[in-house]
C-alpha cells in the first residue's frame, strides 16, 4: 500500500464513520439496529458453547490485555532495534483507545437494554471499544508480525488478525452490549486508525530514505 493510498482509504473510511455517528445522533438507525441486534444476539445465545466463546474472546479483548500485550511488542521492537515499527505499535495503540474514549464521551449513547446484558459495562455505547481497539490492536499486531514472516505468510496473518477483530466485534452484540452500528462503527474508526498511522509510517521511512541519499 502506497503512502498516498493509505491516507485516502483512512480518509474514506473516517467519512463512513462519520456518517453512522450522524445516523446514530438523529436516531435514523434505531430500527434497524434493533432489527439486526435481536435476530444476532437471538441466534448466538441459542448455542451455549458458542456464547462461551464469544465470552471469551470478548475477555481477552479486554483494555488491560491490549495494554500489556502492545508493552509487549514495543518491547521486543526496542530490542531487535525496530524503532519505528516500536514508535508505530505505541502511536496506533494509545492513539487509537484516547480517540475512541473521546469520541464516546462525545456521542453519549446508551446501551441496548433489549436483551440481559451478560457483561458488566458502565461506558457509553457508541462506538464499540472492542471493535476500535480489537482491530487496532490485532491489527498492528499481524502487520508487525508480517514484516518477520514470509511474503507468502503475510497475507494470511494480516487475514487471521482480522478475523480475530470481527469476532470480537460480534461477541459484544452477543453479549448483548452494543448496538450493531457501535461495531459497525468501530470496525470502521479503528481500520481507519490503524492505516492512517500505517500510512504515517511509510511517509516517515521515505523521508528518511530520500533523506539520506546523496
Known amino acids: 500500500m ?20 450522524l445516523a446514530v445522533s438523529h436516531g435514523s438507525s434505531d430500527a434497524l439496529d434493533r432489527q439486526i441486534f435481536l435476530t444476532s444476539a437471538d441466534w448466538a445465545r441459542t448455542y451455549p458453547w458458542l456464547m462461551m466463546f464469544l465470552a471469551g474472546v470478548s475477555y481477552v479483548g479486554e483494555a488491560v490485555f491490549r495494554i500489556v500485550g502492545a508493552t509487549l511488542i514495543i518491547i521486543a521492537l526496542l530490542a531487535a532495534r525496530r524503532y519505528r515499527a516500536a514508535l508505530f505499535v505505541f502511536v496506533v495503540v494509545a492513539g487509537g483507545m484516547l480517540l475512541c474514549w473521546g469520541i464516546k464521551a462525545v456521542v453519549a449513547r446508551a446501551r441496548p437494554e433489549l436483551l440481559p446484558q451478560l457483561d458488566l459495562v458502565h461506558s457509553y455505547s457508541f462506538p464499540s471499544s472492542h ?31 482480522m478475523l ?14 452494543h448496538w450493531p452500528s457501535d461495531v459497525l462503527a468501530g470496525w470502521l474508526g479503528g481500520g481507519s486508525w490503524l492505516v492512517f498511522c500505517y500510512a504515517l509510517l511509510l511517509a516517515g521511512w521515505d523521508r528518511s530514505r530520500k533523506g539520506s541519499q546523496p
Not at 134 to 159: C, D, E, S
Not at 165 to 177: C, P, Y
Open 2 to 21: 502506497s503512502q498516498r493510498n493509505g491516507l485516502w482509504l483512512s480518509l474514506a473510511g473516517f467519512i463512513l464513520f462519520a456518517s453512522i455517528g
Open 131 to 161: 471493535a476500535w481497539n480489537g482491530l487496532v490492536f490485532y491489527g498492528q499486531a499481524a502487520v508487525v508480525a508480517a514484516t518477520f514472516l514470509q511474503r507468502r505468510w503475510r497475507a494470511p496473518a494480516i487475514a487471521f488478525g
Open 164 to 177: 480475530l477483530a470481527l469476532i470480537t466485534g460480534f461477541s459484544r452484540i452477543a453479549l448483548g452490549v
